[in-house]
Structure formats: C-alpha cells, structure tokens
C-alpha cells in the first residue's frame, strides 16, 4: 500500500507527502526483511526532507535509520544520526523516542550508568504523556535493558535507573546529547545484542 501511495503521490506537487511516502516504504522494507532496499529508501527520504526543510520529518526519518544502523551495530553512525535527531525534536513524544533510542547507544557501547539514567528518564517521561513501550519494540529494547543491568549489577542498575526517573525533560536531553556527542570516548562492543 504503501509503494501505491509513493507511485501515486510522485507525479503530485506534493513533496512532502512523497517524501514522508517513502519513509513510509523504507520502513516496511526493512521490517520485512530487505534491510537494503529500506535503507536506501529511507536515505533518500531524509535527503527529500532535508531538502525540504521538512525537519519534522527529517527527524522521524533520522530515528528509523538509527534503528538500521543499530541493528548493524553501527552505533557511532546511530549516534550521529540521532545527535542530528535530538536537536530538530522538540515535542515530549519524540523526545522521549530519542532519548530511548539513546539509551541503547550508551549501553551498546559501554557506558551503562548513563544508558540507565536514560533507561528511568524514558521510562518516567512515557508515564507523564501517557505512552507505553510499543511491543514492537521490546525485542530491539531489552537486550539493551539487559546489558546495562548485567553491567552495573542489579542494585546499581535500579538506583541508576531511579535517578533517571527524577530527570527533568532538559536534564534527560542534555544527558542524551553527550552520549549523542561522544559515542567513540566509551568502549564498542564487538556486536549489538540479538
């Protein structure tokens, strides 16, 4: 539906509709399987929102390609792509996402304290807006959990993660800039968890 959608909206003077179209076709790509096609599509859809000045977009687009990447353990390209992300995301739902997203950056490469601060700030600031973990995305979220835990041990992991309940929305931000900023100064793991 979504590649009819792109095919029908193309020859439209409707740019951002398309691009966002072919976000939407990168992104069911990739969830089906062909990892390459969809990153292609959707790197052409962040140029298109780029280009645009589509920055809401861009933005939406930027956290898919950080879950590619990621899942490649590319994390310094993740974290480059969400540094981009977190200074064009302003509203608490997409905030939220990126410091999440984040906070599987910070425990992938190492830095396990701060990936739990990040853990809790999510956690504290889905309950504010009312959201919930997508299921979706547990698969991709608790190995990352899981890390962080193993690393810290459990009581240093829950009072990490209880601190980062406490953050407020700028302080998770800024927290989630330097893992954004600095991704390389902390160890990288050989693999991304499965």
């Given at each position: 539906?979504?590649?009819?959608?792109?095919?029908?909206?193309?020859p439209?003077?409707?740019?951002?509709?398309?691009?966002?179209?072919?976000?939407?076709?990168?992104?069911?790509?990739?969830?089906?399987?062909?990892?390459?096609?969809?990153?292609?599509?959707?790197?052409?859809?962040?140029?298109?929102?780029?280009?645009?000045?589509?920055?809401?977009?861009?933005?939406?687009?930027?956290?898919?390609?950080?879950?590619?990447?990621?899942?490649?353990?590319?994390?310094?390209?993740?974290?480059?792509?969400?540094?981009?992300?977190?200074?064009?995301?302003w509203?608490?739902?997409?905030?939220?996402?990126?410091?999440?997203?984040?906070?599987?950056?910070?425990?992938?490469?190492?830095?396990?304290?701060?990936?739990?601060?990040?853990f809790?700030?999510?956690?504290?600031?889905?309950?504010?807006?009312?959201?919930?973990?997508?299921?979706?995305?547990?698969?991709?979220?608790?190995?990352?959990?899981?890390?962080?835990?193993?690393?810290?041990?459990?009581?240093?992991?829950?009072?990490?993660?209880?601190?980062?309940?406490?953050?407020?929305?700028?302080?998770?931000?800024?927290?989630?800039?330097?893992?954004?900023?600095?991704?390389?100064?902390?160890?990288?793991?050989?693999?991304?968890?499965?």
């Amino acid at each position: 539906r979504h590649t009819e959608e792109l095919a029908l909206l193309t020859p439209l003077d409707k740019p951002i509709r398309v691009a966002m179209a072919m976000r939407n076709v990168g992104w069911t790509s990739y969830l089906a399987g062909d990892a390459v096609a969809g990153e292609r599509q959707l790197e052409d859809a962040l140029a298109a929102c780029q280009r645009l000045g589509y920055h809401h977009g861009a933005a939406a687009v930027m956290s898919d390609l950080a879950t590619v990447v990621m899942e490649r353990g590319e994390h310094i390209r993740a974290a480059a792509l969400l540094h981009d992300k977190l200074t064009l995301t302003w509203d608490a739902w997409g905030l939220r996402h990126t410091i999440e997203q984040l906070a599987e950056v910070a425990a992938a490469c190492g830095d396990s304290a701060r990936a739990s601060r990040l853990f809790g700030a999510a956690e504290a600031f889905r309950d504010q807006i009312g959201s919930t973990l997508a299921p979706s995305t547990h698969a991709r979220y608790e190995p990352y959990v899981a890390m962080a835990r193993a690393a810290l041990g459990n009581d240093a992991f829950i009072a990490a993660w209880a601190a980062g309940r406490l953050l407020s929305l700028d302080e998770a931000r800024a927290e989630a800039a330097q893992v954004a900023q600095a991704p390389a100064s902390v160890r990288s793991p050989d693999a991304a968890p499965n």
